[in-house]
């Protein structure tokens, strides 16, 4: 594979040569073009020198080029992938080791390994030689903890995938990546679909990749993506569970799966799983997992049930685990928590200070201008409000709560048209959603208009609030919505002609009143 170096520089141009170079070359080149000096334990070399004349590379002693990939075994099981070349040979190591003759067969096509096993062994043995060489002195790699908003959208583009469970297991026979190409090609290629929103052709791909072979973790975590995109959590929930108990180690994992649970109303659910990864507590009171985004994700399932006391308690347990080593995003993901949690207390001006701090690291955090937006609208300031919740939705344009909120502030305004404007995009994002639900079907019994479809849109918004209450959701969250929607159903079938059915929802509706007054 060509090495191809554009500068912009007016020389040197045009230039080709033959050498046998590596990606480590890279970073010695580029420090030498922009004048700066190459630190002594840097492997590579620079190329500059091919740039301008016909002199070999200084330092370089060999042409031996050193790749390797272990992105099939970590990822999938599978096993890794080395090489070694040299001006006449390559040597591909693999459970089918495979060796080409580069003068003679340039593309590869002839498989020498058996022919040739002398040159196999003496090439296989130089590989272990440069690695050897490459891993002395050289820096652990660098661990970046990344929020569960920032993981979902580098899930869903191929960038963030989970280590299979025996990766580390050198006794386990490793298919070869060759024989499982195509398996890879399908996944990379629904990954595209899944961007470009071609949902069912990515996700018969993600089938088909399953179906082939089942340990592939990443297919199980793309397909779950997929199906929360299209609010199917139900499904999402089985294929996160099977990721998970082929990678039970998983964090992300969790965060994907209790986050799914969340969005379905199965906080009990989610709260055990969380719980359960965590670990019992080790003496001295600390949990044996200490992960962050997983004490955030408590905080979440303690603020939608209202108990703000214990969500606090999380969220400030997500700081104290970052404040050695703070990520902006946890930390601003925890203020925002926090900042949520002052807010539902009516404490403004300490839920202004952690909503500020989470501005400062990090502006475009999820549900940091949501917060922002409430607590504007708590301090009657509309205006500012609307600005923050148009600001939520360019961050993240699936939030069906702030386009409902919107309307919520165009209707205590008496703009129809804007109110209905976002209730319809509350619902483009959420077709289930109760709340949009209802007041879409307000509006077209205001406008006395397309009352069957209403009738339609207020069941179905009962039926939703039915099913909340029977996952765990608190049933005063749901009753407020309830009771409206019978009062709504009794005008409709009022308007309608309907007199004993709009009877029996209006009992229905105030049944439900008096019971929430008492």
Known sequence: MPLIIATPFDEPQGIRRHELVSLIDVMPTVLELTGLETPGQVHGRSLVPLFTNDAEVEGRTDERVYAETFYPRLHFGWSELQAILEPTHKLIISPEPELYDLLQDPEEQQNLASERAATAEALRREAEELVAQLEENANPADTVTLDQETLQRLAALGYIGNASADADDPDVERANPRDKIEIYNDLLRARRLTVNDEMAEAELLLRGVIAADAGVVDA?????????????????????????????????????????????????????????????????????????????????????????????????????????????????????????????????????EHLNLARGFNESIADLHFQRALLFQTRQQPDEAIAAYRRELEISPRNGRAAFNLSVIYRNRGDLVEEERYLRLALEINPQFAGGRLFLARIYLLKNERLDEAVSLVEGALERLESSTARGVPQEVTRQDQVLGHLLLADIYNRLGRNELSNQHARLGLQLRDGTQR
Do not use: C, W
């Not at 303690?302 to 108990?307: D, E, L, W």
């Not at 308690?313 to 970052?322: D, I, S, V």
């Open 220 to 352: 199980h975590q793309s397909l779950g993506n997929l199906l929360v995109e299209q609010l199917r959590y139900d499904e999402a929930i089985e294929a996160f569970e099977t990721a998970l108990s082929l990678r039970p180690e998983d964090a992300a994992l969790v965060l994907f799966l209790t986050s799914t649970q969340r969005k379905s109303g199965r906080l009990d659910e989610a709260e055990k799983v969380l719980l359960d990864f965590i670990g019992v507590l080790e003496p001295g009171g600390r949990r044996a997992v200490q992960d962050a985004r997983l004490y955030i994700s408590l905080g979440r399932i303690k603020q939608a049930r209202r108990s703000y006391t214990e969500a606090a308690t999380y969220f400030n347990e997500a700081l104290r685990l970052n404040e050695d080593a703070p990520a902006n995003n946890i930390m601003a993901a925890a203020h925002v928590g926090l900042g949520a949690v002052q807010l539902a207390s009516n404490r403004l001006s300490m839920a202004e």
